[in-house]
């Protein structure tokens, strides 16, 4: 379990961590190699909200408790009751697609931090976050064919996104599970390493982006996100105005006068 000062609205199996600039979510069920249910995915939302919100919180990392698995998909103990019926399973299926679009739409950069199996909403949850680092002995998949399920349109196009249309059929249609060293290659994954290596390249990634200036960072979160969008959706406005922001804003200047002094910067988001 990462240190750090639990916040309001944790739960025994959903923790939210405050760790100086890291906002930890951490998946907290290994029993269950960390298979979540209805309740859980309810927790996340107002989870990110409450970390997000905190001044010092620079960017949210996702993890599994207990370091054998990341998320290994719906908690399946729950079907009989909680997905027995189509309104039952459509119940599940928005609080888990909720949960994935508070991840994508966080204001801040998310890290998922992958050790052991990341299948199913693991998978959807993982590519929900802008960047994925993983052990190499980690697995993933979706294996909604070999289940008798629908997968929701919102966790295909993110697939898509990432490794375009027809590795997402295959994916899809084979209900394959890929090792780590496959999924780097596909880009499904950014990185893999050896176990040992997974927490000090977090936390070197973490660093990283809490050094940066944090409207610049937002700026550019924004403008991906809107990029890969079908045009008619996009909201440049909105990142046109989070460009503007940054320009305006006191950390630009702080930038200039740092690098004119060569010395690190100390931004603020303001």
Request: proline fraction near 5%; charge should be negative.
């Amino acid at each position: 379990m990462p240190e750090g000062n639990e916040v309001e609205g944790s739960t025994e199996k959903v923790i939210g961590l405050s760790a100086g600039p890291i906002g930890w979510i951490v998946i907290n069920n290994p029993a269950r190699r960390n298979a979540m249910s209805r309740a859980m995915w309810e927790t996340v939302p107002p989870l990110l909200d409450t970390l997000c919100a905190l001044p010092d919180t620079r960017l949210i990392v996702v993890t599994g408790a207990g370091g054998k698995a990341f998320i290994s998909g719906a908690d399946i103990s729950e079907f009989e009751k909680q997905r027995a019926s189509l309104e039952a399973n459509k119940a599940y299926d928005e609080a888990a697609g909720a949960a994935f679009g508070a991840f994508a739409d966080c204001i801040l950069p998310t890290i998922a931090m992958v050790r052991g199996p990341c299948i199913g909403g693991g998978l959807a949850t993982a590519i929900s976050c802008d960047i994925r680092i993983a052990t190499d002995t980690s697995i993933f998949g979706i294996p909604a064919a070999k289940l008798g399920v629908g997968y929701q349109f919102d966790g295909i196009q993110r697939l898509m996104s990432l490794i375009g249309p027809a590795r997402t059929k295959q994916l899809m249609y084979t209900a394959e599970f890929y090792k780590a060293e496959r999924a780097v290659a596909m880009g499904l994954i950014d990185e893999a390493m050896e176990a040992e290596a997974l927490e000090p390249r977090l936390y070197e990634l973490a660093g990283m982006i809490a050094a940066n200036a944090p409207l610049s960072i937002r700026a550019a979160k924004l403008a991906v996100d809107e990029a890969v969008k079908d045009p008619d959706l996009r909201n440049t406005a909105k990142v046109q105005a989070a460009i503007d922001a940054a320009w305006s804003s006191d950390d630009v200047k702080e930038g200039h006068r740092a690098f004119l002094e060569k010395r690190k910067a100390n931004f603020t988001g303001k």
